[in-house]
């Protein structure tokens, strides 16, 4: 398998926008620029963000280890995984390869690119990978494979010796989904990049660096697939606002490992707390910031819940979770109140 021919004939052949600056490559001391057609009165947002996000990339390459040439940033990880799509998959003929239950705008991506997905659900219960189904259900349109881990909603994670099955056997690009990768007891994948020309990863400041707000996702690949993703990415997708704050974020990674260790610590007690709850049949294991449960009447707890000033997510009508319910784990006293709802239903 070579990755040039999973790649969008169009997409190979595209010539991406330049612009003035690309070329220019000395320092910006007496330079006025006037090729851009921005304001020029300065209020601190009046120029184009840095294209190439060079400090931000800078800073997100020490803290994962990994060259600059190997991250792709958009934004949030929902631009990342469009990009993908758009960059392998050919409308209304290629298709992308999903494991449901699973995270929701993948088949929405590939709706509005017009391509196909193939739907291989996971395995009861346990929600693991059906390898070997997976493979069956695969044909020579499939360009990608989306696997989610931790996954969302179910909260395990998967099985390395699964991943790296899929990774050696399936014959197109396989995207790892690590949103809540910080979360987990298991290893990240973005030390083996090396070894799988095949592997995307893709990352997020979302959910344990605490950043949804600013919108700002990331993604690990080959430099062969990083420079493609660059000829299609808009030009300016990281606005100045955000790299400045991802970059003041990151400078605190004390505080956010402290967050994180925090939250470990909640999830723990709120799954026992969980357990005492006459109405929760199952609470499953979680590797993630979220904690899914079975219940008796998934509509009717949502609905009571809702009623107390309390919004959960519903996940009754995916697959294989029916009457389950899937909580974010909060602050102590948010979880705390949470308990207290459930208990007095
Ligand atoms: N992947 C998963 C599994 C998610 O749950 C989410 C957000 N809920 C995303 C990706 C998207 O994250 P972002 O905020 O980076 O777009």
Redesign the pocket.
């Known amino acids: 398998m070579t990755i040039q021919n999973l790649i969008r004939p169009s997409i190979k052949a595209l010539k991406p926008y330049s612009s003035a600056r690309d070329e220019f490559k000395g320092g910006t001391e007496n330079l006025i620029f006037l090729d851009a057609n921005e304001n020029p009165f300065e209020n601190g947002v009046n120029r184009y963000p840095d294209p190439k996000q060079g400090k931000l990339k800078a800073l997100i390459s020490q803290i994962k280890d990994v060259p600059t040439e190997h991250i792709l940033l958009g934004n ?4 990342v ?1 469009d990009l993908l799509i758009r960059m392998f998959c050919e409308p209304n003929k290629d298709n992308i390869l999903i494991l449901p239950p699973t ?1 929701g ?1 993948y088949e929405v991506l590939a709706n509005v690119n017009a391509v196909e997905t193939i739907k291989i659900n996971l395995s009861e219960e346990t929600f693991q990978p059906k390898t070997a189904a997976v493979l069956a259900a695969a044909n020579a349109n499939s360009k990608l494979l989306f696997l ?1 881990s931790p996954n ?1 909603p179910s909260g395990n994670s998967f099985e390395a010796s699964s991943i790296e099955f899929l990774l050696k056997n399936f014959k197109g690009i396989v995207i790892i ?1 690590e ?2 990768i910080d979360f987990s007891k298991e290893e990240s994948w973005l030390s083996r990049l090396s070894e799988f020309p095949n592997l995307v990863v ?1 990352q ?4 344990a660096f605490g950043m ?1 707000g600013i ?3 990331m993604c690990f690949a080959s430099e062969e697939i990083i420079a493609t993703l660059n000829k299609i990415k808009p030009p300016y997708n990281i606005n100045e606002l955000t790299q400045a704050k991802a970059i003041e974020g990151l400078s605190e990674m004390a505080l956010i490992n402290l967050q994180i260790a925090c939250l470990l610590d909640e999830r723990e007690d709120l799954i026992k707390a969980l357990e005492e709850v006459y109405f929760i049949k199952k609470v499953y294991p979680s590797d993630a910031n979220f904690v899914m449960v079975k219940v008796d009447d998934a509509n009717k707890r949502y609905q009571q819940l809702i009623e107390n000033g309390i919004v959960i997510r519903n996940r009754t009508t995916q697959p294989l979770c029916e009457n389950c319910l899937r909580l974010t784990v909060g602050t102590k006293e948010e979880n705390q109140r949470l308990v207290e709802n459930f208990k007095r239903l």
């Not at 949030?76 to 631009?79: A, I, K, M, R």
């Not at 997020?204 to 959910?207: A, F, G, H, I, V």
Request: charge should be negative; glycine fraction near 10%; include cysteine.
């Open positions: 949030g990880s929902d631009e995984l995270y705008m989610c969302n989904d949103a809540y893709t997020t400041l979302s959910k949804a919108r700002l996702g």
